[in-house]
T-cell receptor
């Protein structure tokens, strides 16, 4: 079974520019998560989708971050405009439906450097 | 209340030794406690998980010990090997509702050969 795919793997931009990340979850996984992992810290949830609906976006800085999952499969996360403190790894994860175990499968992430 | 506190930040263990990482939580609504392993350049991968109705779970060389009254849980790696060198994260979530995972800060484990 293919894992969670993310692209690009690396991105370097200047502050105030915009950037977008793409995620393709494991086939059949209805729940999709975007996390921000700052160097030396644990992942922090930004947004959770169930199919194409948002379940939790309480920690998403909505003035600059947006995310969508239009057809309930792929998802994109956008930052506009980027700030220096947005430098981090952005991880996408997905979870099977119908299980009490919260087993999330992570992609390799996109490492963003904002200069 | 949503925090999970993890210690130590880094740990060096000799090959064959026991590695122990500790976590503490405050939210009594948490009822699922996984440990994730992350290698450089990779995403976290589930290693082992426990629910609070048991005090210990063992899978191979990896054991979770859980103390519900103290709201603490720990990961023990027996016979630690150089291939175990990675960053380990504890996490917690509820099993109802959004099932949001809250991660600890991570422990960088180095196993010396």
């Amino acid at each position: 079974e293919a894992g969670v795919a993310q692209s690009p793997r690396y991105k370097i931009i200047e502050k105030r520019q915009s950037v977008a990340f793409w995620c393709n979850p494991i086939s059949g996984h209805a729940t999709l998560y975007w996390y921000q992992q700052i160097l030396g810290q644990g992942p922090k949830l930004l947004i959770q989708f169930q199919n194409n609906g948002v379940v939790d976006d309480s920690q998403l800085p909505k003035d600059r971050f947006s995310a969508e999952r239009l057809k309930g499969v792929d998802s994109t996360l956008k930052i506009q405009p980027a700030k220096l403190e947005d430098s981090a790894v952005y991880l996408c994860a997905s979870r099977k439906p119908g299980t009490y175990k919260n087993i999330q499968y992570f992609g390799a992430g996109t490492r963003l450097s904002v200069l | 209340q949503q925090q999970v506190k993890q210690s130590p930040q880094s740990l060096i263990v000799q090959k064959g030794g026991i590695s122990i990482i500790n976590c503490a939580y405050e939210n009594t609504a948490f009822d699922y406690f996984p440990w994730y392993q992350q290698f450089p350049g990779k995403g976290p991968a589930l290693l082992i998980a426990i629910r609070p109705d048991v005090s210990e779970k063992k899978e191979g060389r990896f054991t979770i010990s859980f103390n519900k009254s103290a709201k603490q849980f720990s990961l023990h790696i027996m016979d630690s090997q150089p291939g175990d060198s990675a960053t380990y994260f504890c996490a917690a979530s509820g099993i109802q509702g959004a099932q949001k995972l809250v991660f600890g800060q991570g422990t960088r484990l180095t196993i010396n050969p």
